[in-house]
């Protein structure tokens, strides 16, 4: 009887068991493991690339226990979890091999057991979105991994070219992503460019201030607006501003002239990115000045620099050795000589900042051939640098010119 009663017991628990883990996701505990299994069993393994300081990973996490995603992603995929904040070295491998640049989190990637990438997505906290996303992971004709194929085929439907942006973007394109945004643009109506859809477009796919979108949306920046919702409502301008630094910090950048440069500047005050813009393009602007002579108005964006309100000695200490790498200017030069005399008097100026002006000192000094008050604060700087831990090292070069 109690033999009966005992078997009864554990099939029963057996069962239960069962049933709750069918009512949540169930994922692998190895990458590795995971992987072969979806090759063993043909099928697509969805991996969850997350952040535990995620508040939206959060939420979608809490649906993985919902019984509908449940019922739907584990008899169809292979399920695997990546935290971020914890990548083990197995998982860096698996990265490294697949070539992933996520540019955030979360996104659900699909490989198939060859650990090729047949689609992903960055998933919205919802139930629905979260099994639909499944469901075009399962369907061929949906993936991202045809995208490319339809685009090289002639394919130009403005579909076809988001989804394609998005990969390119997911594995760091960033001249193509630039291509294909001005595409969509070209195909995009444009009697529906003052619309949210076309604002959502270019947040998603633009990645220079060259493109339509970005330019339509610079001048009538004042119509963007209830376009963002929840916490990012009101904050339609951080769309430009994206794609701002993104251009700061592009290739194309390198290539603007004085015309192009003063253009972004307005830009940059226009969609309140920085009341300074000359911070993000000094260097740029002051080298082009100084190609065409023109060496009062590249003090004069120095002066500004060096003299606004929120200052340090060690951005100025920065600003100072990048303007002695330039070309030689004699009236520079001078200037730059009289700006670190300013900045050696400051209250704050300690060890290691004194001790790089002093080198500074030296070496503009040098360069004027003052040569006896160069030798003076090149001692200056070395004495200065004892009993700290300045790097003095580069000083070598230059007190070995002064003593030969």
């Known amino acids: 009887m109690y033999r009966d009663l005992y078997l009864f017991i554990s099939i029963w628990a057996s069962l239960f068991c069962n049933i709750l883990s069918a009512q949540k ?19 697509i393994l969805f991996l969850d690339y997350y952040s535990q300081t995620c508040h939206i990973c959060q939420a979608i996490s809490i649906h993985f226990a919902n019984p509908a995603v449940a019922n739907f992603y584990n008899p169809n995929f292979i399920n695997y979890k990546l935290n971020v904040d914890q990548i083990t070295d197995e ?79 997911l594995l760091k394109k960033d001249s193509m992503v630039g291509l294909i945004a001005d595409e969509i643009f070209l195909q995009f109506p444009k009697n529906q460019l003052n619309t949210k859809k076309s604002y959502l477009t270019m947040r998603s796919n633009v990645n220079s201030i060259e493109n339509g979108f970005y330019k339509y949306w610079l001048e009538h920046r004042d119509s963007m607006v209830n376009f963002e919702e ?9 769309a430009l501003k994206n794609i701002m630094t993104k251009s700061l910090s592009s290739k194309e950048a390198k290539n603007w002239d004085l015309k192009k440069l003063r253009e972004v500047k307005s830009q940059m005050v226009a969609i309140d990115y920085s009341p300074n813009p000359d911070m993000f393009l000094w260097e740029t602007e002051v080298k082009l000045l100084l190609e065409e002579s023109k060496v009062d108005e590249a003090i004069s964006i120095c002066e500004k620099l060096l003299t606004r309100e929120k200052s340090s000695i060690k951005g100025d200490v920065y600003i100072l050795e990048t303007l002695l790498d330039f070309p030689k200017n004699e009236k520079l030069y001078l200037q730059i000589s ?31 051939n003052e040569k006896t008050d160069a030798k003076f604060f090149i001692e200056r700087a070395v004495n200065c640098a004892k009993g700290t831990d300045t790097d003095v090292n580069k000083y070598k070069e230059l007190i070995w010119k002064l003593n030969f």
């Open 230 to 238: 929840g916490k990012y409502q009101g904050r339609e301008k951080e």
């Open 91 to 169: 998982e860096q491998n698996f990265i490294n091999q697949a070539g992933l640049k996520p540019p955030g989190v979360p996104v659900f990637f699909f490989f198939d057991g060859n650990k090729k990438l047949v689609h992903f997505a960055v998933p919205p906290p919802e139930v629905k979105a979260i099994v639909d996303i499944g469901h075009t992971a399962l369907d061929s004709n949906m993936r991202v991994e045809n995208v490319e194929r339809k685009y090289k085929s002639g394919n130009r439907s403005i579909n076809t070219l988001v989804a394609y942006s998005a990969y390119l973007q």
């Open 25 to 43: 996701v169930v994922f692998e505990s190895n990458i590795d493991s995971a992987f072969l299994k979806a090759k063993q069993e043909n099928k």
């Open 338 to 368: 009289k700006w670190i005399d300013d900045e050696l008097a400051k209250p704050g100026c300690k060890a290691p900042e004194m001790c790089n002006l002093n080198y500074l000192k030296s070496k503009c000094l040098y360069d004027l």
